[in-house]
């Protein structure tokens, strides 16, 4: 057991808890927001919900809605990301600037705002992903070491990604 287990488990403790909490998926959302900052760590925390009967994404979630504003929906735009994270399910990881602005349009943004890499986990239900959360931090941040606690709070985050689809 190393020195991060207790918090780590305190915060999926308070996930789960969020989970019975009215107001969802706010409620939910705002608990993977503060938990995942807390033992993860994020400058930038965003939640996109995938529609697929209508190929779109939308942000739902954001901490910084000035910058990275919730709503709309964009259609699915199918790239190597896209297909890496959401059709197979697997993490991403951007350790630079150079990897962000080689997968994200608006890397210019993400760079004012001190984000230089970048964790993506796919929120998957039923074999399919279903959304991602997006941390995104200093250069170097996130490594292999975080992909297992933040698939683990990815997991949590379902049953809030499956209520927005279903009010669609």
């Known amino acids: 057991m190393t020195d991060a287990t207790p918090t780590a488990m305190g915060a999926l403790a308070s996930v789960v808890a969020a989970t019975a909490a009215p107001g969802q998926p706010q409620a939910l959302f705002a ?19 995938i529609h697929p009967g209508a190929k779109e994404s939308q942000r739902y979630y954001s901490n910084m809605p000035d910058s990275y ?29 150079a990897d962000i602005s080689d997968v994200f349009y608006d ?40 992909v297992a606690l933040a698939q683990h709070f990815a997991a949590l985050a379902v049953p809030g990604v499956l209520k927005v689809i279903a009010e669609g």
């Open 31 to 49: 608990a993977l927001d503060q938990a995942m900052g807390a033992t993860i760590g994020h400058k930038l925390f965003t939640i996109l919900v």
């Open 107 to 146: 890397h210019e943004l993400i760079r004012s705002l001190g984000c230089e890499s970048v964790l993506n986990v796919p929120v998957r239900w039923n074999g399919t992903s279903i959304g991602t959360i997006n941390l995104l931090h200093e250069r170097g941040w996130y490594g292999r070491g975080q």
């Open 69 to 97: 504003p919730i709503g709309g929906r964009k259609p699915i735009n199918p790239t190597h990301w896209f297909n890496t994270v959401l059709g197979e399910g697997v993490p991403y990881i951007g350790y630079n600037y």
